[in-house]
């Protein structure tokens, strides 16, 4: 509407005793207020360009102001999704490079353990060598201590069967010169 009317009804009673007759009359107040016209039908009128013009360049300018504050706050999203990016970046890069130099650790450490125990393996197979080696010595020294020991024994039973022989003997001789100083 291009008119506002605003009507305000008041109707005051006032008592009795305050009017010289007996029913109060009521007050009617009608007030009217005519607002600049937003549009109007006749668009050659110079009041209504000038004040559609300013309606117009106030919109403009609050939607210019609008436009840079989302700009500004689209540049700040940027900036801070820009940041968080790079902060992603650097973050994975350096787990990258943890797990690359624990990858790197767990292959010296597999290394080095397969390294010891190639070692421990051949120390183990250069005992078992020589112990090889010390029982082959000993059943030789064991084979060859039972031969000087059945020599000794053969030699022992040797001398003992020679002892014998040679008391025999010597029990003969004995005999037999006793035979013959008997016999003249």
């Keep these: 509407l291009?008119?506002?009317?605003?009507?305000?009804?008041?109707?005051?009673?006032?008592?009795?005793?305050?009017?010289?007759?007996?029913?109060?009359?009521?007050f009617f107040f009608f007030l009217m207020i005519r607002r600049p016209p937003r549009s109007t039908l006749s668009s050659s009128s110079a009041a209504s360009d000038v004040y559609k013009r300013q309606e117009l360049s106030d919109k403009q300018a609050s939607l210019?102001?609008?436009e840079r504050k989302a700009?500004?706050?689209q540049s700040a999203l940027d900036a801070k999704s820009q940041e968080l990016a790079d902060k992603?970046?650097?973050a994975t890069a350096d787990a990258q490079h943890r797990e690359?130099?624990?990858?790197?650790?767990?292959a010296a450490l597999d290394a080095d353990a397969e390294k010891r125990e190639k070692e421990l393996s051949d120390k183990q197979a250069?005992?078992?060598?020589?112990e090889r080696k010390a029982e082959e010595?000993?059943?030789?020294?064991?084979?060859?201590s039972q031969e000087l020991a059945d020599k000794e024994a053969a030699a022992t039973a040797d001398a003992q069967q020679r002892e014998q022989d040679l008391a025999d003997r010597q029990a003969a001789l004995e005999a037999d010169t006793q035979k013959r100083e008997k016999d003249p």
Aim: charged letters at 35%; glycine letters at 0%; proline letters at 6%.
């Design 71 to 73: 700009e500004e706050k």
């Design 64 to 66: 210019k102001k609008r």
């Design 2 to 26: 291009s008119l506002q009317t605003i009507v305000c009804y008041f109707s005051l009673s006032l008592y009795r005793s305050s009017w010289p007759s007996r029913a109060s009359p009521p």
């Design 88 to 90: 992603e970046a650097a």
């Design 100 to 106: 690359k130099e624990l990858a790197d650790r767990q």
């Design 137 to 144: 010595k000993q059943s030789a020294l064991d084979a060859k």
């Design 126 to 130: 250069s005992l078992k060598k020589r």
